[in-house]
């Protein structure tokens, strides 16, 4: 799957052209299964809540455009990476020309970039918010989101060795098959090692450094709150004051929704990478085993989870489905106005226990 086949031990045309074995059929079952539920339920769920947001695409805040935009992400994985290897699986055979093989294994990988490069921006964007939220205070708001553009920007330019790569070749006499075709056997390694570092390690990195500072600012401010609040605790609280602690509630639900968000994309691609590499660095690997394909499989289960995830956080699940059939929802709006003052409100709550000094 994504930048190779599930079955790896045909990763390179030297390997591929040394027979045309037949597949395990019960583990093929097991895949198409597996893969038909997973595009069924991913389709379903990124593009209800996509309509959702594209209906309030006015009213959106700047977290709900990331997450916008990571719907997007996940739909291009759905259709571009779990439906093309479906119909693999179904056909055992790549059906198509070379420009569709190119173009499927482009998309695919542009799939994988997207949806991390969004959260890596997202999670950036949060810790400017919270740890600088004085330059985000000041900041205008922009026809295009910088962040989101960069991404996608960086997906479909990181994604183009694919083009290359990948070309329909004949795999036994009569049998093309779309493959890669590296140089044995630092290749296949410099390849995988070099997407894992791009797409999964150093974006895991960058996004673990700022939602440590995150946090670490988050409990600095509760602390500074908390003992600003004990000291006046005999005094009525203005409404200034009752404001920023409203805020605050939903500034930790962004920041907890950020991290779940996190921690499901890390759950579901180490397993994926870790595979991956063991493959091409172990020439050992058990590569035909169900359990090495399940896990690769089981990666694209993420673009199932962020809709879930946004959905469980939003705290109104019944009336985010029931949205795609209504136009007005005031509790929507209200939402959206409340997340949308979070900068400002957490402004001046800095501000007033600087001044409380």
Not at 276 to 303: G, H, K, R
Request: one cysteine or more; a positive charge; glycine letters at 4%.
């Amino acid at each position: 799957m994504a930048w190779f086949n599930v079955n790896i031990s045909n990763i390179t045309l030297e390997s591929a052209l040394s027979g045309d074995e037949p597949r395990d059929e019960r583990l093929a079952q097991v895949e198409i299964v597996l893969l038909s539920i997973i595009f069924i339920t991913a389709g379903i769920l990124n593009f209800g809540l996509l309509l959702v947001l594209w209906k309030r695409r006015k009213q959106l805040s700047r977290m709900r455009v990331f997450v916008f935009h990571l719907c997007v992400a996940d739909l291009v994985v759905t259709f571009f990476q779990v439906c093309p290897q479906l119909m693999w699986d179904i056909t055992d055979r790549f059906i198509g020309p070379d420009i569709l093989c190119r173009t499927v294994k482009y998309l695919q990988v542009v799939g994988m970039f997207a949806s991390t490069y969004m959260i890596v921006v997202m999670t950036i964007d949060r810790y400017q918010a919270i740890c600088n939220p004085m330059v985000t205070f000041q900041r205008r708001r922009a026809r295009w989101n910088g962040p989101v553009c960069a991404a996608w920007c960086v997906s479909l330019i990181g994604s183009l060795p694919q083009v290359f790569i990948f070309s329909r070749v004949e795999v036994a006499p009569g049998v093309y098959d779309c493959w890669a075709q590296f140089i044995k056997p630092w290749g296949p390694r410099a390849y995988v090692t070099w997407t894992t570092l791009v797409i999964f390690v150093l974006p895991i990195l960058t996004v673990i450094v700022c939602q440590v500072r995150i946090c670490r600012t988050v409990h600095i401010n509760f602390h500074m709150k908390t003992h600003h609040v004990g000291e006046a605790v005999s005094k009525p609280l203005s409404s200034r004051a009752s404001s920023v602690a409203g805020v605050s509630k939903a500034r930790v639900k962004t920041v907890k929704m950020t991290v779940v968000i996190v921690l499901t994309y890390i759950i579901c691609w180490t397993p994926f990478f870790t595979v991956q590499l063991w493959s091409v660095w172990d020439v050992e690997a058990p590569t035909q085993t169900a359990t090495f394909t399940i896990l690769m499989l089981l990666a694209s289960l993420n673009s199932c989870m962020n809709p879930c995830i946004y959905l469980l956080f939003s705290g109104q699940v019944p009336k985010r489905l029931a949205a795609l059939m209504c136009v007005d929802q005031p509790d929507l709006k209200e939402s959206m106005q409340e997340e949308a003052t979070m900068v400002s409100s957490l402004y001046i709550s800095l501000k007033s226990l600087s001044d409380s000094r």
